[in-house]
């Protein structure tokens, strides 16, 4: 199907009207950074493994869906500098039960019933995985109005596709060294989800920026998961909160800082997350002329 400039341009407004926080465009061929996630994931715990045993259709969007010929990429964001999660925690009540309720696999009810648990802000509101694919579900119908013959595939997390890669090269943010995606205007605080479509639709540039020399998320990490970009997922505690069948070790969850499910002390750390006129400790500013 022929596609033009205003294509694109069309696709990416569909996607921001039915409620994506920013869409980019990234073509759907093999990812040099695909060598990278197979060294790092040999490595991972049991509880990911499943990562390995699906790596090779993560190399191209082609492999898990053959007629991919783009990909519609987005930011949903779940949380704003300015929202209080003391607050949020306090409306969800007991954490345990709010878990139960919203569907979520407990995995360690013995630090859920501690005092202060704490929920992580992405699983404070609605599963995620439905909220995001409703919206993409919309840009689909969307898109397949505008541009009729159109088909195309949605994923978010759960299919096997090198989401935050794919996210760098559509523009939306650079890798953090949390190994988040980062964005300057929305932090990090948002979920990826895209549609793997079968038109070629001219790429956006991979989005600048890197952290500098800044590693205030490994230095808030309390078990030392965070190294120059990579993660031991072994000891990151989102891991054990979220994913594990296991018992957390007791040195792990002696360090939790109150988090019983899912952990965000990597990203309150990051500057990026910080409410405006939050200065970082150690970072200058250039102050304006007086
Ligand atoms: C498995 C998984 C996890 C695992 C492993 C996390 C991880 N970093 O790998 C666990 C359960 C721990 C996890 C936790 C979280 N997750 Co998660 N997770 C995923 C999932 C399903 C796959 C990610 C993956 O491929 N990991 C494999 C590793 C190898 O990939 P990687 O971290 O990208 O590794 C790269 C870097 O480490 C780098 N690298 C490796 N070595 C080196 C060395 C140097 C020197 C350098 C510079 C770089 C470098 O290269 C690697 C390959 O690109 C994605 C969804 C998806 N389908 O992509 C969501 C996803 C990444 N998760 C997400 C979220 C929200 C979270 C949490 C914030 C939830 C929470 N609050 O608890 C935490 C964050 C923890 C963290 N700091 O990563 C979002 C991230 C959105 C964003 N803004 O980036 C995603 C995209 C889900 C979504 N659709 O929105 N997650």
């Not at 990429?73 to 919203?102: I, Q």
């Not at 990826?192 to 639709?201: H, K, N, R, T, Y």
Request: positive net charge; hydrophobic residues 40%.
């Amino acid at each position: 199907m022929e596609t033009t400039f205003n294509s694109r341009i069309r696709v990416k407004e569909i996607a921001l009207a039915c409620g994506a926080s920013a869409a980019g465009i990234a073509a759907a061929g093999e990812l040099e950074e695909f060598k990278r996630f197979s060294l790092a994931v040999s490595a991972y715990p049991q509880g990911l493994s499943y990562l390995r045993r699906s790596g090779l259709k993560r190399h191209s969007l082609k492999n898990w869906n053959v007629d991919a010929a783009s990909a519609l990429v987005c930011a949903f964001r779940y949380w704003e500098p300015a929202m209080d999660h003391a607050a949020a925690l306090k409306a969800a009540g007991d954490p345990a039960a709010f878990l139960a309720g919203s569907g979520r696999r407990i995995t360690q009810p013995e630090l859920l019933s501690l005092p202060g648990a704490k929920i992580s802000r992405y699983a404070l509101s609605r599963d995620y995985h439905l909220a995001v694919k409703e919206k993409l579900s919309a840009m689909l119908t969307g898109i397949k109005q505008e541009l009729p013959g159109v088909e195309g595939v949605i994923f978010c997390d759960t299919s096997p596709v090198l989401e935050k890669e794919l996210a760098r090269l559509a523009g939306i943010g650079f890798r953090g060294r949390n190994t988040l995606v980062m964005s300057g205007e929305l932090g990090s605080y948002f979920f990826i989800g895209g549609i793997a479509l079968d038109i070629g639709l001219e790429p956006d540039k991979p989005a600048a920026g890197s952290c500098g020399e800044c590693r205030l998320c490994e230095a808030a990490c309390p078990t030392g998961a965070l190294n120059g970009g990579a993660l031991d997922a072994g000891r990151c505690l989102s891991y054990w909160t979220t994913q594990s069948k296991e018992k957390i070790p007791a040195e792990l969850a002696a360090k939790t800082g109150g988090f019983a499910y899912g952990c965000d002390l990597c990203q309150e750390a990051c500057p990026h997350n910080k409410p405006p006129g939050w200065l970082a400790p150690g970072f200058e500013t250039i102050k304006p002329i007086k």
